[in-house]
T-cell receptor
Framework: NAGVIQTPRHKVTGKGQEATLWCEPI?????VFWYRQTIVQGLEFLTY????????DSGMPKERFSAQMPNQSHSTLKIQSTQPQDSAVYLC??????????????FGEGSKLTVL | GDSVTQMQGQVTLSEDDFLFINCTYS??????LFWYVQYPGEGPQLLLK???ANNKGISRGFEATYDKGTTSFHLQKASVQESDSAVYYC?????????WGSGTKLIIKP
């Protein structure tokens, strides 16, 4: 069991550039989540997919951020026109049988984005 | 809306000290309470889950319970070790959402 795989582990971009982060969930897990983590804000929910369908994107900034799950083996988080305040660790998690009362999230090690 | 409050931002202990971290929650649903632990350079991982009030969850020497009357839940360990240094999150599972506390950083003094 390889766990949730996130790439790249570190990414540095210049202000205004685009950043794409990848996540490979654990095989067979039906739910995939994206979170953002900073010292100031802590852990913030961004969005989640179930069986590749977007279910809840209430945490996604309305502009510049988008997430997709084109197949069951990977999801992407894209940030357009990156800004210094987007600097954070972006965490992906997957869950086998998602339900808040039953499900366990398995997190990747995160992708640290630094916007200069 | 649902919420979780985790007041202790940082706890500093010596090895073999007793650990106690407390959170309060608010929800109109039937809650499940979780404790996640995050070690440096890693994502959070599930430590304990408690589905029934006053029942005890136990894992790796840690114990967790929640009290429906006071809407509080806590994590404790009788004797901490240096390897327990991490950030501990209390998490409320309610209505297909996870509500995360702000985290408690546990520092173990050498």
């Amino acid at each position: 069991n390889a766990g949730v795989i996130q790439t790249p582990r570190h990414k540095v971009t210049g202000k205004g550039q685009e950043a794409t982060l990848w996540c490979e969930p654990i095989s067979g897990h039906s739910a995939v989540f994206w979170y953002r983590q900073t010292i100031v804000q802590g852990l913030e929910f961004l969005t989640y997919f179930r069986n590749q369908a977007p279910i809840d994107d209430s945490g996604m900034p309305k502009e510049r951020f988008s997430a997709q799950m084109p197949n069951q083996s990977h999801s992407t988080l894209k940030i357009q026109s990156t800004q210094p305040q987007d600097s954070a660790v972006y965490l992906c998690a997957s869950s086998l049988n998602w339900g808040a009362n039953t499900g366990q999230l398995y997190f990747g090690e995160g992708s640290k984005l630094t916007v200069l | 809306g649902d919420s979780v409050t985790q007041m202790q931002g940082q706890v500093t202990l010596s090895e073999d000290d007793f650990l106690f971290i407390n959170c309060t929650y608010s929800t109109t649903w039937y809650p499940t309470l979780f404790w996640y632990v995050q070690y440096p350079g890693e994502g959070p991982q599930l430590l304990l889950k408690v589905t029934t009030a006053n029942n005890k969850g136990i894992s790796r020497g840690f114990e967790a319970t929640y009290d429906k009357g006071t809407t509080s839940f806590h994590l404790q360990k009788a004797s901490v070790q240096e390897s327990d240094s991490a950030v501990y999150y209390c998490v409320l599972g309610s209505n297909y959402q996870l509500i995360w506390g702000s985290g408690t950083k546990l520092i173990i003094k050498p």
